[in-house]
């Protein structure tokens, strides 16, 4: 599959997923001076004005290091948009992407033809996370130029359906950019992602043990020392399913083991705290147990490159 123009810059075909409060953008210039590409949600950027604060901030200093390094130019970034009707931001950040030409265009919870139009318009991209084929079809319909396969193990919501059954169902009517998330958290899986079908793999979970990443140290620190069992699926704390670190619900005070049925976006225990999904029920995917420290982005992303090229030759010499 032939890939745009824009991703011919990358190190490794690795897109760093968009983490609710956790990405930002000293975590998202890391990201693209390592050599992938770094995405944050809009909604990161709190109060809104702060979004166009952002942008200045991540194309200046990225053309900057162009500038000092012509023979390893930054990766391009992306911007996440949720498309769903409750975000009355929807708009306005848009319109802030426009005036930013962002790249690329995440989107979730939603696909809307006209958003699409409009990212082409300043000359972007879009890509559309999905959890099924039916889903995957619809954001063709409405003009996405790309898919990303929220298989099952990804952090946060995430689908049910294995990596393989998914990417094959896509790979059966789709040819265009493809990428997979679900418990990919080294070298080795990068390249599984390529040989099963898609073009790039999309990692969230280890970038929150970095230290460019917005995250409460003992998130970070939870883990470092997660293992996969360590991940639970619940629809408990947002509505809609999603993996968490089993110590955070343990810390707020629930049985990770026995959790209640329901949509719980805010729960009171004993009246003296509120609990959370992701400021206090900390989001997480399986593939935790490859995540042995905290470090910097850019170590991270040189470490999957070595592990990636040898799982390469490794298959080439076999």
Known sequence: MTLPPLFDRLVLPVIGSPLFIISNPDLVIAQCKAGIVGSFPALNA?????????????????AAHDRAHP????APYAVNQIVHKSNGRLEEDLAVCAKHRVPIVITSLGAREDLNVAVHGWGGITLHD?????????AVEKGADGLIAVAAGAGGHAGTLSPFALVQEIRAWFDG??????????????????????????????????????????????????????????????????????????AAGLDPDDLPKGDLK??????????????????AGQGVGAVKEVRPTGEYVARLTR????????????
């Open 130 to 138: 999905i959890i099924n084929d039916r889903f995957a079809r619809k």
């Open 266 to 283: 805010t729960m009171d225990f004993g009246g003296s705290r509120e609990a959370k999904a992701w400021r206090d029920i900390w989001g």
């Open 177 to 250: 950019p493809l990428a997979l998330s679900g418990s990919i958290a080294n070298g080795r899986a990068v390249l599984a992602a390529q040989a099963m079908g898609a073009d790039l793999a999309y990692i969230g979970s280890p970038f929150i043990a970095t230290e460019e990443a917005n995250a409460d140290p003992r998130y970070k620190q939870g883990i470092v020392e997660a293992g996969a069992s360590d991940i639970v699926y619940s629809d408990l704390f947002t509505g809609v399913h999603g993996n968490y670190l089993r110590g955070s619900i343990t």
């Open 71 to 74: 023979d390893a130019p930054s």
């Open 46 to 62: 709190r109060p809104a004005s702060l979004l166009d604060e952002w942008l200045d901030r991540i194309t200046s200093e990225l």
């Open 307 to 318: 592990e990636y090229q040898a799982a390469k030759g490794a298959l080439l010499a076999a």
